[in-house]
């Protein structure tokens, strides 16, 4: 169920997230909800993220289609460029649509209906399964972060990451401050709050949603 087997996993995520201010949810203690944030700094810092990330992804594109690289390079960016838009896919709200936390809110409360009056459900395994999948993803988020800072740092030329468009990519030196460490803070800052903040709704509304729909099929079917 998502109120006791998923929903401090999503707290959890939401903890980081909040920090990096890179989503507009938050968790009412004294509702026990999930809301809209009211903060109209983080609403405007979320905005301001998403819609980097949305004109970055035009700039990879650009870069994959029309830019000087091997087909190698190409294929290579366009994964890159793909796992972006799904990231931006995922977490897109500009407008503060309240569907997915009033989706979550929705499934809890249908739950408390659910389970009134019958004993103890047992841990299925496809929800087993799914909890597994979360730690995996919430851990690997931070890998992939790494991973992408010493891909730009080991290699500037890699597509479709900013520093590839430069012509002298190849002689980039890390040794002297220089244009190109701005460029690097500045990919290093979108690559944490893109990855961590995208999974956020992927991860607890789509497969978490998918986990808990079973899991609601198989109580009323008994």
């Known amino acids: 169920?998502?109120?006791?087997?998923?929903?401090?996993?999503l707290l959890r995520h939401l903890k980081i997230?909040?920090?990096l201010y890179s989503t507009p949810y938050e968790f009412n203690?004294?509702?026990?909800?999930?809301?809209?944030?009211?903060d109209p700094n983080r609403i405007r810092m979320f905005r301001l993220q998403i819609v980097l990330l949305?004109?970055?992804?035009?700039?990879?594109?650009?870069?994959?289609?029309?830019?000087?690289?091997?087909?190698?390079?190409?294929?290579?960016?366009?994964?890159?460029?793909?796992?972006?838009?799904?990231?931006?896919?995922?977490r897109w709200n500009y407008k503060l649509d309240v569907a997915m936390v009033q989706t979550i809110n929705s499934a809890m409360e249908f739950e408390k209906k659910l389970v009134e009056g019958k004993p103890t459900q047992k841990t299925s395994m496809e929800t087993k399964l799914i909890k597994l999948f979360v730690h995996i993803t919430y851990y690997t988020v931070y890998i992939m972060v790494i991973a992408m800072i010493g891909l730009i740092l080991l290699d500037p030329?890699?597509?479709?990451?900013?520093?590839?468009?430069?012509?002298?990519?190849?002689?980039?030196?890390w040794t002297r401050i220089g244009f190109q460490h701005f460029i690097f803070l500045f990919e290093t800052w979108?690559?944490?709050h893109v990855y961590i903040g995208g999974t956020l709704e992927i991860v607890h509304a789509l497969f978490v949603g998918i986990a808990c729909l079973?899991?609601?099929f198989e109580v009323l079917g008994r």
Do not use: H, W
């Open 214 to 216: 079973l899991n609601y």
């Open 54 to 90: 949305l004109g970055s992804c035009i700039v990879m594109l650009a870069n994959i289609c029309f830019g000087r690289l091997t087909m190698a390079k190409k294929f290579q960016g366009f994964l890159f460029f793909s796992m972006y838009v799904m990231l931006l896919s995922g």
């Open 29 to 38: 203690k004294k509702y026990g909800k999930l809301v809209i944030t009211k």
């Open 17 to 19: 997230c909040r920090k």
């Open 190 to 192: 979108m690559n944490i």
């Open 157 to 173: 030329c890699s597509p479709p990451f900013l520093l590839s468009m430069r012509e002298d990519c190849a002689s980039i030196k």
């Open 1 to 9: 169920m998502y109120t006791t087997q998923f929903f401090p996993l």
